[in-house]
RNA sequence: CGGGGUGUGGCGCAGCCUGGUAGCGCGCUUCGUUCGGGACGAAGAAGUCGGAGGUUCGAAUCCUCUCAUCCCGACCA
């Protein structure tokens, strides 16, 4: 490719509204153009990558076996009441009308697609296993669409959905898919991690989520620092901070605060340390209960952690806390006094208040608290859970370390759906006794624009984008210096061009009447992996001046040799 | 949904407080001089000042409403 016919759409200033690099780089490097709101064109460079990253999702979906679909992005509302998500599906599923005021949506996902097409193509358990995959545009209205592709409203994903005759088969199925997508974020020269996470009110057993390791990541995951242990926080288990509670040594006091109405005020005005506090949160109570709330005990230092919450069959799903009015009835105490003792409805405590002696919380009188509490002796220990987010320094659930915390990009997540569709839309094959067996289902997701600014956020410098080999929009920038009037240049160039594009190389020769300096600045904004000078010195040498993106010194190779040499670099994979 | 910010040529911004009929940098077009790290000079094209209404002799500027967009927050006592 030449850059007279190619657009570089290259911006010198950044534009005001992009945050995070990757936003900024691929607004400046002309990959893509804001229409609206969480809205992207892609631009013929951003295009090129975009292609990349899906020739890879599909060689490698397709070497596991997988078969591709494509499926409508506006699907009917029947399926979705069917499957009840209708109604479970909040403001981010897009509803639209037809001219015939029939009901719609914009795909955000397609698990009812797929298992209508399912219980109406497969009938018999000698069909399964079977993975269906499609590459597609999907729509999520997002409260806060932000930084560029990453988190827009419109995407391009890879969902993949498997049915199975059994959880064994499942369970093959979805061992195959960790193993793809290990193989599809290493071939994109991706750092990343595959951990536990949240498999929701959906159910299903198992989930992974694959995050690429990032500063700006919006997930926080947690992973031993020995072991193999990784999950997402919302999922990471939290176990007691020491093995049992040690014995107390204070006598229960109740204490005048009439200033500490948060934990940090009152470990600021009594010299409490707040590994020795407890808060105390109130939130409704899941059916079976009897009362109308239930207290969460979480320490002081620590975060509920809501999704552990409300899978809590105590607490009610979702999860919904009490507003200060419903507490000052039930309790007769304002929010900033509430504690276990004397507490007229049931609480639970995290584990690590479980084990917590001589604590401090609000007495349920406004005002006061008692100090020196202790389980047992002065309030009975009803019930212990796993409340809270994990944080740096706890065990490690696996027995091996501790917990250290970093942040991800979530680019991938594999999940085992077990029949949540097909029960509800009655998907079924006969098996082998003629009988009707409910399918299982396994649902595997990539956001394939999503990967392409995860890659840049891993991988950039303050002069631009610095593409892994394998997703790089050109492998080689050319750039012939004063080409317009050396003939010998020129035709160095075009001789070059024409070698290495014989050889399968993608070549972006550079044949503006441009500067030097110009050409450079933008090869290496849009993150060029290797760079060829030809000018009249180094030809006089026979020679040319080669430069990888990530090196800051050129070296000089044999005009003969330089085939070769990028081939060889190439083909190692090699940036 | 709550709070805050911003809307002025393609992009980045000034002008607004103190009303007088729009300007700078980048980019773009043409010509000339340049030419190995984002050149210089000259000439040019390009803006309903987000939209509607109001105040005024006169509104980018003041007032009201509205739309868009960005940031922060969304119950952790």
């Given at each position: ?14 534009p ?22 969480g809205?992207?064109t892609?631009?013929?460079?951003g ?9 890879i999702?599909?060689?490698?979906m397709?070497r ?12 009917p ?16 599923l ?6 015939h005021?029939r009901e719609f ?10 298992t ?22 999907k ?64 159910g ?16 926080i ?5 020995k ?41 600021d005005?009594?010299?409490h340390?707040?590994?020795?506090t ?17 207290a969460?005990l979480?320490?002081g230092?620590?975060d ?56 401090s ?12 509490i202790n ?11 796993d ?7 706890d ?17 991938g ?6 029949k ?25 997701g ?7 600014a ?21 492998q080689?920038?050319?750039l ?6 050396s003939q ?6 075009e ?64 005009l ?13 994979g090699t940036?």
């Amino acid at each position: 490719m030449r850059t007279s016919q190619f657009p570089l759409q290259t911006l010198k200033e950044n534009p005001a509204d992009a945050e995070i690099s990757s936003h900024q780089l691929m607004l400046r490097a002309g990959l893509i153009r804001k229409l609206a709101a969480g809205l992207y064109t892609w631009l013929p460079l951003g295009v090129r990558v975009l292609k990349k990253v899906e020739a890879i999702v599909r060689e490698e979906m397709d070497r596991s076996g997988a078969l591709e679909v494509l499926m409508p992005a506006v699907q009917p509302a029947e399926l979705w009441q069917e499957s009840g998500r209708w109604e479970e599906y909040g403001p981010e599923l897009l509803r639209l009308k037809d001219r015939h005021q029939r009901e719609f949506c914009f795909g955000p996902t397609h698990e009812e697609i797929i298992t209508e097409l399912a219980r109406n193509e497969l009938q018999s358990y000698k069909q399964l296993p079977i993975n269906f995959y499609q590459i597609q545009t999907k729509f999520r209205d997002e409260i806060r669409p932000r930084f560029g592709v990453m988190r827009s409203r419109e995407f391009l994903m890879k969902d993949a959905y498997s049915f199975n005759i059994d959880q064994a088969s499942l369970q093959a199925t979805y061992n195959l898919m960790h193993t793809t997508y290990s193989r599809i974020f290493s071939r994109c020269g991706l750092t990343f991690r595959a951990v536990q996470a949240d498999s929701g009110a959906i159910g299903g057993s198992a989930s992974h989520e694959f995050h690429v390791m990032a500063e700006s990541g919006e997930d926080i995951i947690a992973f031993s620092t020995k072991g193999d242990y990784a999950a997402n926080v919302e999922k990471a288990e939290a176990l007691a901070s020491v093995p049992e509670a040690p014995p107390g040594k204070e006598s229960m006091k109740m204490v005048d605060t009439p200033d500490a109405r948060t934990i940090q005020q009152l470990v600021d005005q009594f010299d409490h340390p707040v590994e020795q506090t407890v808060k105390t949160l109130i939130v409704a109570a899941g059916e079976e209960e009897e009362a109308n709330f239930i207290a969460l005990l979480v320490r002081g230092d620590h975060d509920l952690n809501e999704v552990k919450a409300q899978s809590l069959p105590q607490v009610a799903s979702p999860l919904r806390f009490a507003t200060d009015e419903e507490i000052m009835e039930t309790i007769g105490a304002g929010p900033g006094s509430l504690g276990p003792v004397n507490l007229p409805i049931p609480c639970i405590a995290d584990r690590t208040v479980a084990v917590t002696a001589d604590f401090s919380a609000g007495a349920n009188i406004d005002g006061k608290h008692y100090f020196g509490i202790n389980w047992g002796r002065d309030v009975p220990l009803q019930e212990i859970a796993d409340l809270r987010n994990v944080i740096e320094g706890d065990p490690s659930p696996d027995g091996s370390g501790t917990l250290q915390i970093a942040r991800g990009i979530e680019v991938g997540h594999i999940f085992q759906l077990g029949k949540k569709y097909s029960d509800a839309m009655n998907a079924t094959v006969l098996d082998e006794n003629g009988r009707a067996q409910t399918m299982t289902m396994g649902c595997y997701g990539i956001g394939v624009s999503r990967v392409v600014a995860a890659a840049i956020e891993q991988s950039h410098d303050a002069k631009g984008v610095i593409w892994p080999a394998s997703i790089a929009p050109f492998q080689v920038a050319l750039l012939p210096m004063k080409m317009s009037r050396s003939q010998r240049v020129r035709e160095a160039a075009e001789a070059l061009y024409e070698q290495l594009t014989s050889r399968g190389i993608e070549v972006l020769l550079d044949d503006r009447d441009v500067r030097p300096g110009f050409m450079f600045a933008d090869m290496e904004l849009i993150g060029i992996p290797h760079r060829i000078v030809l000018g009249e010195r180094s030809l006089d040498e026979g020679k040319v001046e080669y430069r990888a993106r990530t090196q800051s010194e050129n070296s000089m190779i044999e005009l003969e040799r330089i085939g070769d040499f990028l081939q060889d670099a190439l083909s190692q994979g090699t940036s």
